[in-house]
């Protein structure tokens, strides 16, 4: 596992400072980078989320171009993502960034906790974009 794999990038409002968009890029695990049969191939965005009023600003697509950079500058040749299915305006947005879809997965197993906090466990499509 390298720790150093690991991005966190936060988006921020020019004007006030408030926190509008983050999402997580991983490439720890070495065994799973480029493996899509992996249970998380990597790298892997992560997290992406956007503030209600300002999502369809760019944001998410400025988050996803930060990803990428940062996985091309680890040499990887490409990047995945996992979305729940039924996600419609998710899909179309990694669509339109170039994602492909892999097919679907159900998600790992979890802790019943775990289940709960994030409202149960939901098939999740994998997708995937090679890196330029």
Known sequence: WDWCRHQQL????????????FAELWAENA???GVSEATTP????????VASDFRRRGVA???????????????EPGMYLK???GNEGAIQLYERYGFESLGTR???EME??????KGGRRPLQLMKKSVV
């Open 42 to 49: 990597q790298p892997v965005v992560f997290n992406l989320c």
């Open 106 to 108: 159900e998600p790992a």
């Open 31 to 33: 065994a799973a980078c």
């Open 10 to 21: 936060v988006a921020e409002d020019v004007l006030t400072g408030r926190v509008v968009g």
């Open 83 to 85: 979305v729940e299915v």
């Open 112 to 117: 019943a906790w775990m289940a709960r906090w």
């Open 61 to 75: 697509l400025h988050l996803l171009s930060e990803c990428e950079a940062i996985a091309a500058a680890w040499g």
